[in-house]
């Protein structure tokens, strides 16, 4: 559908028609062919927060559009803003992670968007790393007859606190990609970073990796924000941003020298599976032994002196301390169910 990478560039939030109409300006000037973003309705944690414009700021989208001829895209979590947006002249409609989450009100909305090709959908992933609720989304989405579906990753709520306001767990969107290969997958890399120092980081990690596109939250004056002030880009840091960001092609054309990588992975990951299964055996010996000695399975104390040497390993090597305990929690969970 697109030739090359989609841009979903605009303010959390529309909080009025001038901030609206100077934003696209600014990001029409620099990126010509990227939709504006600007949410209308915002599901907010906490209910003092500022929860969006409502229907009035539909007419400055429409303006964006008009104007601009920039494409306008926002958030709906009810059947009633499709209703609104389809009725105003948006076509491009994005459902949060809040909403995600929840299929009684997926079911309703993708009945009300019914069967079409003139809409096209964003699905962010659901709030917790439940791969099963954001494919089932997408799903009924699908049976619905929705035929432009794009799958948005922000970044998903964990037990441990991270460096990240919504740790990235790229293996959910991975594995999203390997049951969809068709599938448009952009990152937000705004909701993900939490603050604006770090958004660009991760843009370029998603880019590198091969995502088909970012939606990056940019508004002309982050410190005035009505909501998510801490990780809006101003337009000239959008502006840098855009300009990093690798230029990488999706060939899958193999040389000798890639399939001799290749194999050298393979080599390993067969010796490092030999070393799994040697250690789940000794996982299971220990398991004989705390049964004939009435012991429980789980020390605490035990699983927290390996946790933390591991880390600090990790730390000490440069590894990324989330993938190291993602890592040993599935070995560890392993040897906790082979002893039970
Ligand atoms: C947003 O895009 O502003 C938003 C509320 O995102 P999410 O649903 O990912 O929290
Ligand atoms: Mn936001």
Redesign the pocket.
């Known amino acids: 559908m697109y030739s090359s990478s989609l841009f979903i560039l605009g303010p959390?939030?529309a909080e009025s028609e001038q901030q609206v109409l100077a934003t696209a300006a600014v990001i029409h000037d620099m990126a010509p062919n990227a939709l504006f973003?600007a949410?209308l309705w915002?599901?907010r944690t906490n209910p003092g927060a500022f929860s969006g414009v409502g229907e009035k700021g539909l007419e400055w989208l429409i303006k964006v559009q008009d104007e601009l001829g920039m494409p306008v895209a926002t958030?709906v979590a009810t059947p009633e803003h499709v209703t609104l947006c389809l009725n105003a002249g948006i076509r491009h409609l994005?459902?949060?992670?809040?909403?995600?989450s929840n299929p009684i009100m997926v079911q309703a909305i993708a009945e009300t968007i019914g069967a079409t090709n003139e809409v096209t959908l964003y699905v962010?992933?659901p709030?917790n790393p439940d791969i099963a609720l954001w494919l089932g989304t997408i799903e009924r989405f699908k049976e619905a007859g929705v035929k432009n579906i794009v799958a948005?990753h922000?970044?998903f709520s964990t037990l441990y606190s991270t460096a990240w306001r919504?740790a990235p767990v790229w293996s959910i969107p991975m594995e999203l990609k390997r049951r969809y290969p068709d599938l448009l997958l952009l990152c937000?890399p705004?909701?993900i970073a939490g603050e604006a120092t770090k958004v660009c980081e991760i843009a370029q990690e998603a880019m590198t990796i091969g995502y088909d596109g970012l939606?990056i939250?940019c508004h002309i004056s982050p410190d005035k924000a009505l909501?998510?002030a801490a990780q809006q880009l101003t337009p000239d840091a959008l502006g840098e941003l855009l300009q990093t960001l690798p230029a990488r092609s999706k060939n899958i054309a193999t040389d000798n020298e890639l399939a001799g990588l290749r194999q050298q992975i393979d080599e390993i990951d067969d010796a490092l599976w030999q070393l799994i299964l040697q250690r789940l055996d000794v996982a299971q010996q220990i398991g004989n032994y705390k049964r004939t000695h009435k012991m429980t399975v789980l020390q605490s104390e035990r699983y927290e002196h390996i946790l933390t040497h591991r880390l600090a390993w990790a730390k000490e090597h440069g590894v990324s301390e989330d993938i190291v305990r993602q890592v040993l929690e599935a070995i560890h969970a392993a040897s906790i169910k082979k002893q039970v």
């Open positions: 959390c939030s973003r949410g915002k599901p958030e994005w459902i949060g992670a809040r909403t995600t962010k992933n709030i948005v922000r970044g919504n937000d705004s909701h939606m939250e909501s998510d």
